[in-house]
């Protein structure tokens, strides 16, 4: 962030990938006035067309625009339209800004190197800061961007320039929220007076007090060591100073199994714990390719659909942004399009779906399994409402906080809703670690007393992407 130098108000000069990425930006920056190049409301112009939600976010910028601009004169336009609140924004609660916003309502001059690399319009940013700042010498003028490359061309030519972070839900991904907290190896020494201990309908509780229990969040792994001597979830967060935890079920045993599966790890034997535990409702799984987490959620969904009929069917779906090259347009109806994009799924579905019996037992297994497993895009999500639903949302990284919103909203009675991602491995123009719809949600969720999270930290698809993912 770059320091203020003076009390003056700043004045921001928006990019149009700002306002392509977060419609509500003009009403971001409090205090402070925003300018519009005039070839950033060109970009918009060409960029409003079509279905897509960068579309549909220009659109609301035009009419945030409008709103601005209804009953306003020539003369008014010139002096900067008080901002104000958004009347309608998406994203939550937003402060009413104070200052202006001013239009580029004249030619300037631009001094550029004539052998500066780039676009037309990035070039055309860049000369209208430096513009701004010879003719506005007592206010500090500030490219706000969410392309690097004009950030650093602007660094190169003394323009101050920064990030739009106001979607940032943390300074550090190495601060977010993991759901497991490891106890100290005292812990039970400096608590042994003010810890009860009962049985209820043959689960464990403890109430534990104390000044430890203030940083526990609704339902929170507690864990005592890596052998599983003591791994418990918190229930009942009283107040700041008492808890009421439970003794979680142990599924790394052959024994207690969960279609088949057991876990190999604490943090599986814990993500399997929430998974199966019908009174949380949203479940979020972090971790990095090949540690259980696509196999661990569908194994817990077939099991609460088909033995338990706890749900009705798995509805499973995830964003479709390709690695590589796009292969075009995909035949068939909906399902048989997305059906390329579920390879995790049919994977996952292959290890789940061996019983005894040969062939025939396969295929009578892999047809009832099917038939309660159903695959939807996100694309014709918005309207709907899932009733008893076991939601399965994959690649949840590469969703934006308003997209993940719209999605999770859709839940109706009676519906389990599971995120799973990873947020080192997003391929979504202009979402970080920091900003992604997941980590936004890991966050907001966390203190709600029916929603889990934990994060997976041990691979175990195989000795070779165990490697990979270190070395590689």
Not at 115 to 125: H, K, R, Y
Request: net charge negative; aromatic share 8%.
């Amino acid at each position: 962030m770059i320091k203020r130098e003076n009390d003056k108000p700043c004045l921001f000069v928006l990019d149009t990938n700002v306002l392509m990425h977060d419609p509500s930006a003009l009403f971001r920056f409090q205090e402070h006035d925003v300018f519009l190049p005039m070839v950033v409301l060109e970009e918009l112009d060409r960029a409003k067309k079509g279905m897509s939600e960068v579309a549909r976010n220009v659109r609301q910028v035009s009419r945030f625009l409008d709103q601005l601009m209804s009953n306003a004169d020539k003369d008014e336009i010139d002096a900067g339209l008080p901002i104000g609140p958004a009347s309608t924004n998406g994203g939550g609660i937003i402060a009413p800004a104070t200052g202006r916003l001013f239009f580029q309502t004249e030619l300037l001059t631009l001094k550029l190197p004539e052998s500066l690399p780039g676009t037309i319009a990035d070039n055309n940013i860049l000369g209208t800061a430096q513009a701004l700042r010879e003719t506005h010498k007592d206010r500090q003028v500030i490219i706000v961007s969410k392309d690097i490359n004009l950030r650093i061309k602007a660094a190169v030519l003394g323009i101050p320039a920064e990030d739009y972070s106001n979607d940032q839900v943390l300074d550090d991904a190495a601060l977010l929220y993991t759901g497991l907290e490891e106890l100290p190896e005292d812990f039970w020494e400096h608590h042994e007076k003010t810890v009860d201990a009962w049985k209820e309908e043959g689960r464990t509780f403890y109430r534990v007090a104390g000044p430890d229990i203030a940083d526990w969040y609704p339902a929170q792994c507690i864990a005592l060591g890596d052998d599983g001597a003591f791994e418990a979830m918190v229930r009942d967060k009283r107040s700041e100073a008492e808890a009421v935890i439970e003794l979680i079920d142990d599924y790394r045993h052959t024994r207690r199994n969960v279609w088949g599966i057991n876990a190999r790890n604490r943090e599986q034997n814990f993500a399997l714990n929430m998974l199966m535990n019908p009174e949380l409702d949203f479940v979020t799984l972090l971790g990095s390719a090949g540690t259980g987490k696509t196999l661990l959620a569908l194994a817990a969904g077939l099991a609460q659909v088909l033995d338990r009929n706890l749900y009705r069917e798995i509805i499973m779906t995830r964003v479709t942004v390709p690695v590589g090259e796009d292969i075009g347009f995909l035949p068939g109806t909906e399902e048989e399009k997305m059906t390329p994009w579920m390879g995790a799924l049919m994977d996952n579905l292959e290890v789940l779906t061996q019983p005894e019996g040969g062939d025939w037992g396969r295929a009578a297994t892999n047809d009832l399994v099917r038939s309660r497993i159903r695959i939807s895009s996100l694309n014709f999500m918005r309207g709907r409402t899932f009733l008893n639903k076991y939601i399965i949302l994959d690649e949840a990284q590469n969703l934006t906080a308003k997209q993940m919103k719209t999605l999770i909203t859709r839940s109706g009675p009676g519906t389990k809703f599971v995120c799973l991602g990873n947020i080192s491995q997003i391929d979504t123009p202009y979402l970080t670690e920091t900003t992604s719809g997941l980590t936004y949600v890991v966050d907001r969720f966390k203190n709600w007393p029916h929603s889990g999270h934990i994060t997976l930290m041990r691979g175990e698809r195989s000795r070779l992407a165990d490697f990979a993912s270190q070395e590689l």
